[in-house]
């Protein structure tokens, strides 16, 4: 799975700029789907039809989401002397900027400068810029153009138990849905794993997706936030700690009956989990419940240390029971009996 982890993640996917990162999806996805469309926002829609559909009615659907796209910046304006001025594209903080290298589509690498400042408080974006090596706007200009997107230009390392890459958010949760879609066997009700785009931008791609699809309920993997290193702020979920099951975050407050399925399911199987209140931040699953009159919705985290940066961190064992919890409960959801809640 390590492969899996530093192949997605190593790839160049910022939000609206996806495609390498659907191709490589698709590629692990087809054998095991039904149908695979791309709709107009580029996300990918992977069905898998049940085995014994429902006699004399139409199976009802689940739908599974985690984001392909990751946060970086677009050029905004080249100067006389080929300096790129830009814009974030998502969560992204400046200090995590200095001394990094970015990496557009074309492969062309810069690395990030700032104007004098007195005082690091006075660090912003309009402080910054980005050489690509050019002396001038002609010679910029030729290598990269307003509107462009680049990713942060980090590699994957193996830390042993655990894992560090720019885009664990989301890759890693792609990873996980790829490998429950391999395990979970439908079999009264389809199951459609969608790898949506732009959720870094507001849930974009989600929203567009979840209308297609109508589903009767929607989990979405993604990952969140950390409680245990030195003097971080008190939370609830710790790396090693198992899959976090979502109670509430800025988008959603979890459906109880889907969350109550989630913490059953842990336990009867032993997979190991940890509940979650994330105080700010969404993922999909907040998009998915306000489709057309509403879908229970819920979400499945993995634990991610420093989100947001290029040296996110997850933990091997979280992933595997992050992978075990959206397969069983999968399962559970798509059998005759929809969990309880279909
Ligand atoms: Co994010
Ligand atoms: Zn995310």
């Known amino acids: 799975m390590k492969d899996l982890i530093k192949k997605l993640t190593e790839a160049y996917g910022p939000s609206g700029a996806e495609e390498q990162v659907r191709e490589m999806i698709r590629a692990e996805v087809e054998p095991y789907a039904d149908q695979i469309d791309v709709d107009v926002m580029g996300s990918l829609i992977c069905r898998v039809k049940p085995s014994a559909p429902p006699a004399g009615a139409e199976p009802k659907r689940i739908m599974v989401a985690a984001h392909m796209d990751e946060i970086g910046i677009v050029v905004s304006y080249i100067d006389e002397k080929g300096f790129i001025r830009f814009s974030p594209v998502g969560g992204l903080n400046p200090y995590v900027l200095m001394g990094q290298k970015v990496r557009f589509g074309n492969g062309t690498i810069g690395v990030f400068g700032t ?48 894992v ?59 990952v969140t936030v950390w409680g245990d290193t030195p003097e971080c702020a008190p939370f609830n979920v710790v790396l090693g700690g198992g899959a976090a099951i979502k109670a509430k975050d ?93």
């Open 164 to 222: 560090s890459s720019k885009a664990m958010d989301d890759r890693i949760a792609c990873a996980v849905v790829i490998e429950a879609m391999k395990r979970a066997k439908p079999v009264a009700h389809e199951v459609c794993y969608v790898f949506t785009t732009q959720e870094e931008l507001g849930l974009r791609g989600a929203k567009a997706a979840a209308y297609a699809v109508n589903p009767s309920v929607g989990i979405a993997v993604d």
């Open 250 to 342: 800025s988008s959603l407050i979890a459906h109880p009956k889907l969350k109550r399925l989630m913490v059953d399911v842990a336990e009867r199987q032993g997979i190991k989990y940890q509940l979650e209140v994330l105080e700010r931040g969404g993922t999909d699953a907040g998009a998915i419940q306000l489709t057309r009159e509403g879908v229970p919705a819920g979400t499945i985290s993995i634990p991610c240390r420093y989100v947001h940066t290029p040296v996110e961190t997850v933990d091997i064992g979280d992933v595997e029971a992050c992978v075990s919890l959206l397969a069983a409960v999968v399962d559970e959801l798509a059998s005759p009996a929809g969990g309880g809640i279909l």
């Open 115 to 162: 104007e004098r400042i007195e005082d690091i408080k006075e660090l912003k974006f309009e402080k910054m810029f980005i050489d690509i090596g050019a002396a001038t706007r002609d010679e910029a200009q030729a290598k990269v153009a307003i509107g462009d997107a680049a990713v942060m230009h980090r590699d994957f390392s193996d830390l042993g138990n655990r």
